[in-house]
């Protein structure tokens, strides 16, 4: 059997986004991605991280990663090359372990949104081509470098970036009867063992090409590319995940069940002298509850206690809402439900923030839950909101629906 080695590097220094290597990223730590990717492969024999920070190692181990090593900090700055860190696990790997693999895959974590199957189909073309060196990852490059140009002052002429041996200018033509060009991506590099060592190179001469959808195109670098890429891991595109696959939105919704606390009131509650509490809750919710029923969906809350503010806030809302089943029985309650309006759970959106509610995710068939949502329930949703609980989450969900509708 080939010896297939998912090398996954992850320093501990970032400056654009500290810690972003083990930050949660759609409920996961963002190594976690690349990890899972590499177990879902049936290629890759072993998954090592290299970093230089303790915590990352240890939330890499705690994903079923390998850190038998930490990285030199030489080779953990920011203007560090990929280079240096593969020689160095391969000659720990060979001087402590005797380990010497054939592949080196590198799983960049900050492309972790892949396609399935990438990884085995980059192995199978560097094990179908045997002058293949290296094989990378590319989509089509979203600006066409033919109508590029270069000039060293600003005040001499420009000269074309590129020039085509039948086109005079390339430069004016349609883009269809140009060239067709690629953008390496940091999805995926597979890499001959020998490519490394006998020719002091990461990518040798000949680099096969594994072509992935443009959409898949993803590079986090700020703040911004992170939460613009989370949304496209709760847009239902497939793609491999730490945890199960999410579902996207039905096309057809006919029931929206949310819970309460937490999802239409912040989760705070003020107590006066007497032990009268009060809860806070967002107009906005209210807004979009006639449009829903006018559309056929109805909106119903299910709360575990036993609360006059449950009711009350109903009424005032519209909809109906049943509470006080108890912390365990949420989701034979809805199931109850569903029976009873002869619903069929694939048509039932849930929109949930709390332990308690993931047993309705199991059930409905689009879990959703608010921005700030407890960990595990973020990992389990189908979506996550970008509002949180209490100001006006129901009211963005009931957006989205209607949107789709």
Same mark, same amino acid.
């Given at each position: ?10 320093? /501990? ?13 759609? /409920?996961? +730590? ?33 994903? $079923? ?18 280079? @240096?860190?593969? !020689?160095?696990? %391969? ?9 010497? @693999? ?6 960049? @974590? ?6 399935? $199957? %990438? ?16 094989? =990378? ?7 066409? +470098? ?5 000039? *060293? ?43 490394? %060592? ?16 443009? &959409?898949?195109?993803?590079?986090? *670098? ?23 696959? =999410? ?19 912040? $989760? ?14 967002? =107009? ?11 559309? $056929? ?7 575990? !206690? ?9 009424? &005032? ?16 309650? %809805?199931?109850?439900?569903?029976? !009873? ?17 993931? @047993?309705?995710?199991? #059930? ?5 839950? #608010?921005? *700030? ?8 949703? *189908? ?12 009211? !963005? ?9």
């Amino acid at each position: 059997m080939t010896e297939i080695l998912a090398l996954i590097p992850a320093r /501990g220094g970032s400056k654009g986004i500290p810690r972003k290597n083990i930050r949660s990223f759609a /409920g996961w +730590p963002l190594i976690a991605w690349s990890i899972a990717a590499a177990q879902q492969s049936k290629y890759v024999t072993r998954i090592i991280v290299s970093t230089d920070d303790e915590e990352i190692a240890a939330v890499a181990r705690e994903y $079923g990663a390998e850190t038998p090593f930490l990285r030199p900090a030489e080779f953990a700055q920011d203007k560090s090359t990929d280079m @240096p860190l593969f !020689e160095h696990a %391969l000659a720990w790997l060979a001087e402590h372990e005797g380990y010497h @693999p054939e592949v080196v895959v590198q799983l960049r @974590p900050t492309s972790p949104v892949r396609p399935r $199957g %990438l990884i085995d189909d980059a192995i199978q073309i560097l094990l179908d081509h045997p002058d293949a060196d290296c094989v =990378r990852g590319v989509v089509p490059s979203g600006q066409n +470098p033919f109508k590029m140009w270069r000039f *060293d002052d600003p005040k001499q002429p420009m000269k074309p970036l590129l020039t085509v041996d039948s086109l005079a200018e390339p430069y004016n033509a349609p883009r269809q009867i140009l060239p067709p060009t690629y953008w390496q991506t940091g999805h995926i590099d597979a890499i001959r063992v020998s490519t490394i %060592l006998e020719r002091h190179t990461l990518t040798g001469n000949v680099i096969y090409p594994l072509v992935i959808d443009s &959409k898949y195109t993803v590079d986090i *670098d700020t703040l911004p590319d992170w939460a613009k890429y989370e949304a496209l891991v709760y847009s239902g595109l497939e793609m491999v995940s730490p945890g199960k696959a =999410r579902r996207p939105m039905p096309d057809s919704v006919k029931m929206v069940v949310t819970d309460f606390d937490g999802v239409i009131t912040d $989760g705070r509650v003020w107590v006066n002298g007497d032990g009268v509490e009060t809860v806070a809750a967002s =107009r906005a919710d209210s807004m979009r509850i006639k449009q829903m029923r006018a559309a $056929g969906i109805e909106v119903m809350i299910l709360s575990s !206690e036993v609360d006059n503010v449950v009711s009350a806030r109903a009424r &005032k809302m519209g909809i109906q809402a049943i509470h006080g089943m108890g912390l365990d029985g949420k989701g034979k309650v %809805l199931k109850n439900i569903l029976a !009873e309006k002869n619903l069929n759970a694939s048509e039932v959106v849930y929109l949930g923030n709390d332990f308690n509610d993931l @047993p309705c995710f199991d #059930v409905a068939g689009w879990a959703v839950a #608010v921005a *700030d949502a407890y960990p595990e329930v973020l990992r389990a949703a *189908d979506y996550v909101l970008k509002t949180n609980g209490g100001f006006g989450a129901l009211r !963005e969900l009931c957006d989205l629906i209607l949107k789709n509708k």
